[in-house]
T-cell receptor, first 114, second 115 residues
Framework: KQEVTQIPAALSVPEGENLVLNCSFTDSAIYNLQWFRQDPGKGLTSLLLIQSSQREQTSGRLNASLDKSSGRSTLYIAASQPGDSATYLCAVKGEGTSGSRLTFGEGTQLTVNP | KAGVTQTPRYLIKTRGQQVTLSCSPISGHRSVSWYQQTPGQGLQFLFEYFSETQRNKGNFPGRFSGRQFSNSRSEMNVSTLELGDSALYLC??????????????FGPGTRLTVT
C-alpha cells in the first residue's frame, strides 16, 4: 500500500526566503507525482506535474524535482511572498493501476511573514 | 475554458438523512474522481468514474455511492448520514484515457456538515 509523507508539517519563513518542501513515498512504482496548493476551505490548485520519466519541472518561482528510485520529491519555492501562504500537498498516481486515483500526503502548511 | 464546478458549495444535513452532491468536469474530461477531506484523515479517495463506469473504488462503506452521466457530469450520494461524514468533498477531473498525463484538476469542494 502506497504511503506518502510530507515534511515538515508546518513551516514559517520571512518574506524573500527560498524554501524547500519535501515529499516521500514508499512504493517507487509511480506513474506521476503532482504538487498542489490549497488555501483554507478551498479546493486544490495544481502547481506542477512530474511524469515518472522526468527529473524536474519548473513553473515561475516553483521547481519540483523527482527521484523515483529513492521515493522522494522536493518543491523549491524561490523568493517567497506572503501570497504563497497555503497548504502544499503532494500526491502520487501508482504505476500499473488503471484510472486516476491519487494518494496524498498530509501536506505542509506554509506561512510567509511580511 | 471553465474549471471544475461543484454544487452545492455548502450543505447542512441531519444525521440519518441522505445527500447528493454534483460535479461538472472540465469540458472534454471523461474521468471524475471524488475525495473526502477531513482534518484527521486528510484526503481520502472515494471512487472514480470514467465513461459512465466506476473504474476505481476506495475503502468507504456502501453508504457512499456515485454515478456518472453521458455528459461526464457526476453525482455522489451518501445515505444514512453520520456525524463523521462531515467533511469537505472534492471532485477532480482529468482526460483519464490511455496516453494522457492523468493530471488532475480539482473543484472548489462541497462543505458538508452533519448535525
Amino acid at each position: 500500500k502506497q504511503e506518502v509523507t510530507q515534511i515538515p508539517a508546518a513551516l514559517s519563513v520571512p518574506e524573500g526566503e527560498n524554501l524547500v518542501l519535501n515529499c516521500s513515498f514508499t512504493d517507487s512504482a509511480i506513474y506521476n507525482l503532482q504538487w498542489f496548493r490549497q488555501d483554507p476551505g478551498k479546493g486544490l490548485t495544481s502547481l506542477l506535474l512530474i511524469q515518472s520519466s522526468q527529473r524536474e519541472q519548473t513553473s515561475g518561482r516553483l521547481n519540483a524535482s523527482l527521484d523515483k528510485s529513492s521515493g522522494r520529491s522536493t518543491l523549491y519555492i524561490a523568493a517567497s511572498q506572503p501570497g504563497d501562504s497555503a497548504t502544499y500537498l503532494c500526491a502520487v498516481k501508482g504505476e500499473g493501476t488503471s484510472g486516476s486515483r491519487l494518494t496524498f500526503g498530509e501536506g505542509t502548511q506554509l506561512t510567509v511573514n511580511p | 475554458k471553465a474549471g471544475v464546478t461543484q454544487t452545492p458549495r455548502y450543505l447542512i444535513k441531519t444525521r440519518g438523512q441522505q445527500v447528493t452532491l454534483s460535479c461538472s468536469p472540465i469540458s472534454g474530461h471523461r474521468s471524475v474522481s471524488w475525495y473526502q477531506q477531513t482534518p484527521g484523515q486528510g484526503l481520502q479517495f472515494l471512487f472514480e468514474y470514467f465513461s459512465e463506469t466506476q473504474r476505481n473504488k476506495g475503502n468507504f462503506p456502501g453508504r457512499f455511492s456515485g454515478r456518472q452521466f453521458s455528459n461526464s457530469r457526476s453525482e455522489m450520494n451518501v445515505s444514512t448520514l453520520e456525524l463523521g461524514d462531515s467533511a469537505l468533498y472534492l471532485c477532480a477531473s482529468s482526460f483519464g484515457g490511455t496516453g494522457f498525463s492523468y493530471e488532475q484538476y480539482f473543484g472548489p469542494g462541497t462543505r458538508l456538515t452533519v448535525t
